[in-house]
Antibody, heavy 121, light 106 residues
Framework: QVQLQESGPGLVKPSETLSLTCAVSGYSISSGYYWGWIRQPPGKGLEWIGSIYHSGSTYYNPSLKSRVTISVDTSKNQFSLKLSSVTAADTAVYYC??????????????WGQGTLVTVSS | EIVMTQSPATLSVSPGERATLSCRASQSVSSNLAWYQQKPGQAPRLLIY???TRATGIPARFSGSGSGTEFTLTISSLQSEDFAVYYCQQYNNWWTFGQGTKVEIK
């Protein structure tokens, strides 16, 4: 059974960098697929932030691209998100997920439980 | 960027009735379309992929149809556990989500 678990600070100050990690169990990241980050502001919809392919290639939402970095650590079977220069608008539940691709870039079949990150001084 | 538009924003349905949710893409996404269900405090759950294929363990009352730019999710007979928010998502060109349709009890 594939499981994903987000971890990181629940409170980040404005202008600082948000850092989260997604630990994967039950599947080796280096074996394949895209691994992504999605966020959901309180009471709002889902927004794709970016994804990393198992090879290390990265793909970002154009609206966030200048502030986002996603990396992978295959030795620990985890991938990470960094979002710089955060504001209150970045307050959201952040999810990590696996995208399985039979066609296109793939649908998200496994999700973490999500972690709430609040941006506030 | 491909924009996904869902309608209606809210759908009021009585238990046992049929619910029909729509999703439109701003350009063709072929059949690279997924539907997710989200309940309060939970992560989204994959229902449908490839526009019409049910994910593992999803009941047969959920069905998806469409291709290109127009898609539909149908819940044939709503059960109490089906009242939730539903999102469509294209994965033909990276990923974008619709804004969601809330299915509420009438």
């Amino acid at each position: 059974q594939v499981q994903l678990q987000e971890s990181g600070p629940g409170l980040v100050k404005p202008s600082e960098t948000l850092s989260l990690t997604c630990a994967v169990s039950g599947y080796s990241i280096s074996s394949g697929y895209y691994w992504g980050w999605i966020r959901q502001p309180p009471g709002k919809g889902l927004e794709w932030i970016g994804s990393i392919y198992h090879s290390g290639s990265t793909y970002y939402n154009p609206s966030l691209k200048s502030r986002v970095t996603i990396s992978v650590d295959t030795s620990k079977n985890q991938f990470s998100l960094k979002l710089s220069s955060v504001t209150a608008a970045d307050t959201a539940v952040y999810y990590c997920a696996r995208a399985i691709a039979a066609a296109g870039t793939g649908y998200f079949d496994y999700w973490g439980q999500g972690t709430l990150v609040t941006v506030s001084s | 960027e491909i924009v996904m538009t869902q309608s209606p924003a809210t759908l009021s349905v009585s238990p046992g009735e049929r619910a029909t949710l729509s999703c439109r893409a701003s350009q063709s996404v072929s059949s690279n379309l997924a539907w997710y269900q989200q309940k309060p405090g939970q992560a989204p759950r994959l229902l449908i992929y490839g526009a019409s294929t049910r994910a593992t363990g999803i009941p047969a009352r959920f069905s998806g149809s469409g291709s290109g730019t127009e898609f539909t999710l149908t819940i044939s007979s709503l059960q109490s556990e089906d009242f939730a928010v539903y999102y469509c998502q294209q994965y033909n060109n990276w990923w974008t989500f619709g804004q969601g349709t809330k299915v509420e009890i009438k």
